[in-house]
């Protein structure tokens, strides 16, 4: 695996003519988690969306397995790309089962008779999200973790081959924002999708990500492993936040702490460590 299945290349995505993010440059590979940080603002969903069909680019290309988007068939694309936003909204009372069948819609439209591959796909998907139990429940009736899950069963109903979430963690608690990540990378271990992700916290970008883009300043200004990117000096000119970065012992992940912090508590790790 980590085929490359989507290509960004000298990307310019904005509203209205008015150009976000210059010069992008994104490769999502089969079996890798992609995770994409930036302050709020700076143009992480105008990426998303963009690469997702969902938004004309204001110049440069995306190609999905080697085809340009812009020449994509809608339902093609749908089999190949699935996108959660970062809200979504379903008629009242469906349940998670109806609403995981509306992924199917990508491949057989909605009036189209409903075939065993759809129901594979459909019990795949609530079974790889831990949604199976759910399916009989209505949506309105779930909690946020649990509702996300539904949400997230939905679009692997398609079956795509690029999964793109955007801050599918948020108002969960921390539980369940580590179940969704978690399912995320069965998803790209397992299964071999693509995933291009969306996240706020650095600390699960450093545990998740096989590759973080770090978006700022009107285009991409870093990228690479966590190792790489997750430095002080790159996480200042991003956020304007001078952290240090430590390395949990246990686990290896590294993790960041804004300087001021100790300073201004007069509590530093060590104060922690002892209490
Ligand atoms: N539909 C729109 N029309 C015009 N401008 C928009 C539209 N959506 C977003 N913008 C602007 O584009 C810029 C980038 O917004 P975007 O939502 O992509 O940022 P983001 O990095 O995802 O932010 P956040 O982390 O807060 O979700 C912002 O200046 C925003 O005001």
């Not at 695996?1 to 904005?14: C, E, I, K, T």
């Not at 649990?146 to 398609?158: G, K, S, T």
Request: charged letters at 25%; hydrophobic letters at 40%.
């Amino acid at each position: 695996m980590n085929d490359v299945r989507l290509v960004a290349n000298g990307l310019d995505v904005g509203h209205a003519g008015r150009p976000v993010l210059k010069q992008v440059d994104l490769e999502l590979r089969s079996g890798a988690i992609t995770v994409l940080v930036g302050p709020n603002g700076c143009g992480k969903s105008t990426l998303l969306r963009t690469v997702a069909g969902l938004l004309p680019p204001i110049g440069g290309e995306v190609t999905i397995d080697g085809e340009p988007l812009g020449r994509l068939a809608r339902r093609t694309l749908s089999q190949r790309l699935a996108f959660l936003p970062q809200t979504s909204h379903a008629p009242a009372g469906v349940t998670v089962r109806e609403l995981v069948r509306h992924g199917r819609y990508a491949h057989r439209g909605a009036l189209a008779r409903h075939t065993g591959e759809d129901a594979e796909s459909i019990e795949w998907a609530l079974d790889v999200t831990d949604a199976a139990p759910l399916s009989d429940r209505r949506l309105d009736e779930l909690s946020g973790g649990e509702r996300q899950r539904a949400w997230l069963a939905m679009v692997l109903a398609q079956r795509a081959g690029v999964l793109l979430l955007d801050e599918p963690t948020t108002y969960l608690d921390m539980r369940h924002q580590f179940e969704v990540l978690d399912v995320v990378r069965r998803l790209a271990r397992e299964h071999g999708i693509a995933c291009g992700v969306v996240l706020h916290d650095l600390m699960q970008a450093a545990a998740y990500a096989d590759e973080v883009v770090v978006v700022a300043e009107g285009g991409i200004t870093a990228s690479g492993t966590p190792e790489e990117v997750l430095t002080p000096d790159v996480i200042d000119r991003a956020f304007g936040l001078r952290v240090n970065v430590v390395r949990d012992p246990r686990t290896g992940y590294l993790a960041c702490f804004p300087e001021r912090s100790g300073a201004d508590t007069g509590a530093g790790a060590a104060t922690i460590a002892e209490s």
